[in-house]
């Protein structure tokens, strides 16, 4: 098992910039995949981005590519969403989530593990 928690979001202008984080703990996750994964009201569950944890690899949705940017600390044991550039469309709850190597790294469904959810709020 493995315990996600995001900090909290933030209501941002647009062409703002906000970094989220989750703190990782549990059983040795160096195996995992993690990913932030979005929901906007009325909407399905959307890929943002994912990084391989033990590589650093890192994946995107074109919608976000150039603007957001996943990274780990495996000191602190923390990862990282750095968004800029945002815009309101960007709006939603986003989630820290993790999986174990195997499927799509951008299919919501494969992951198991998930945080509480953060709002982020994007004003025009």
Do not use: H
């Amino acid at each position: 098992q493995v315990q996600l928690v995001e900090s909290e979001g933030g209501l941002v202008q647009a062409g703002g910039s906000l970094r989220l984080s989750c703190a990782v703990s549990g059983r040795t996750f160096n195996d995992y995949i993690m990913g932030w994964i979005r929901q906007a009201p009325g909407k399905e569950r959307e890929f943002v981005a994912g990084i391989y944890w033990s590589t650093a690899s890192t994946y995107y949705a074109d919608s976000v590519k150039g603007r957001f940017t996943i990274s780990r600390d495996n000191a602190k044991n923390t990862l990282y969403l750095q968004m800029n550039s945002l815009k309101p469309e960007d709006t939603s709850i986003y989630y820290c989530a993790a999986k174990f190597p195997g499927g799509m790294i951008s299919t919501p469904s494969f992951y198991p593990f998930w945080g509480q959810g953060t709002q982020v709020t994007v004003s025009s």
